[in-house]
């Protein structure tokens, strides 16, 4: 038991016959934070919400709410639900009700709340969401921005203490997707309430965040902040799933060259700092195989970085150049791996050029190969 949680999943697991969706998840929700679930399609975020949400029975496990099992058949799961906001991809409003219908339907008729009351809330807070002018409308005479902020509001005028939201941005477009991300913030700000977020979105999932889930086939594989998931992930599969481009990776022979310890990787040698090397060679990983991860930003062209890492020098043969205002994408090959630099705009580099490149060896990461675990970040 977690005292300090507003909601706490233990063990749990999921099934449908054979197929296992989840696989023993454990985590905890603490008031006031905005929990970010993230995977790829199929690795279990959306079941493992709909679970939180009552929509799904775990097959094992608990979900406990101020440390009560709501999986329990013997409480009252309807009390539990009038505390919990859910908002869903797909909008989920009602076609034949209006704005405001779709707004204070549920807390009039289903938390039995003052009418009066309801609807003074829910002109406010249309008025927030500059939706004061489609009290009257209905549904399909709003754009898909708009849909979305009713939906949201629906759950907000249900003064719930934990939002559930399953994907809420995907069904908009880019600059739709910013706009409501800067509102969901503001509303998080704003009502200091807890939000449990599902998004494929690594952006919204970091952007928004306080923790982060990552899963993958329905096991959870790292529960951290952003900047950690970032700067020290557990295993191979984080580090490439969080950040965008994704992380550099290649397989380097660890090698011992006096008193330096070396990573050979594609007819390239360098030498790692006394910090690192240390750590590598104690953990016994002279003479073995390792996969190397380093991110596109800690690859540098300029020469002042070139003349103060010496030792992790190496070329490159520039295949495609990506302008994207305040960055340039420098993309090229290191036998058959695939890897991007993220290089000043003032770069000279152009496809078919061979540059040099330093690492940031202080920056660098290294997986065992067989586990996939990290062995130093």
């Not at 998840?25 to 399609?41: E, M, R």
């Not at 409003?93 to 003074?120: C, G, W």
Request: aromatic share 6%; net charge negative.
């Amino acid at each position: 038991m977690n005292r300090d949680a507003i909601l706490e999943v233990k063990h749990l697991s999921k099934s449908f016959g054979a197929n296992a969706v989840l696989k023993d998840i454990d985590f905890v929700v603490h008031p006031g934070d905005v929990t970010s679930i993230i995977g790829s399609s199929g690795s279990g975020k959306s079941t493992l919400l709909r679970c939180i949400n009552l929509l799904e029975t775990p097959t094992t496990g608990e979900i406990l709410y101020h440390d009560k099992d709501i999986t329990d058949r013997k409480m009252n799961a309807a009390s539990y639900r009038t505390r919990v906001g859910m908002v869903f991809q797909n909008f989920n409003l009602f076609p034949h009700y209006s704005v405001m219908k779709n707004i204070t339907d549920a807390p009039i008729h289903v938390q039995k709340r003052d009418k009066a009351q309801v609807y003074e809330e829910a002109r406010a807070l249309l008025k927030k969401m500059g939706l004061e002018d489609k009290e009257n409308a209905y549904p399909c005479q709003l754009s898909g921005g708009q849909r979305q902020r009713v939906a949201i509001g629906r759950a907000i005028v249900r003064d719930p203490q934990v939002f559930l939201m399953d994907e809420p941005l995907s069904n908009l477009d880019a600059k739709l997707r910013g706009q409501m991300r800067v509102e969901i913030s503001k509303l998080h700000q704003r009502l200091e309430t807890t939000i449990i977020y599902v998004t494929h979105d690594q952006t919204e999932a970091m952007t928004l965040g306080t923790r982060i889930v990552v899963m993958k086939d329905g096991v959870i594989q790292q529960v951290d902040s952003p900047q950690n998931l970032y700067d020290k992930p557990c295993n191979k599969f984080v580090a490439g799933f969080i950040g965008a481009p994704q992380m550099n990776m290649i397989d380097a022979a660890v090698g011992k060259d006096g008193s330096d310890v070396t990573l050979s990787f594609g007819g390239h040698t360098v030498a790692l700092p006394e910090g690192k090397a240390k750590k590598l060679e104690e953990a016994g990983y002279v003479g073995k195989t390792v996969t190397l991860g380093i991110r596109p930003e800690d690859l540098h062209d300029e020469e002042s970085f070139l003349s103060m890492s010496p030792k992790s020098v190496f070329d490159a043969t520039i295949r495609v150049y990506e302008m994207l205002g305040s960055e340039v994408l420098l993309y090229f090959d290191i036998e058959d791996a695939n890897f991007v630099a993220k290089v000043n705009p003032r770069t000279t580099a152009r496809p078919g050029d061979t540059i040099k490149l330093a690492m940031d060896l202080e920056k660098i990461h290294i997986f065992d190969k067989d586990t996939e675990l990290v062995v130093l970040n």
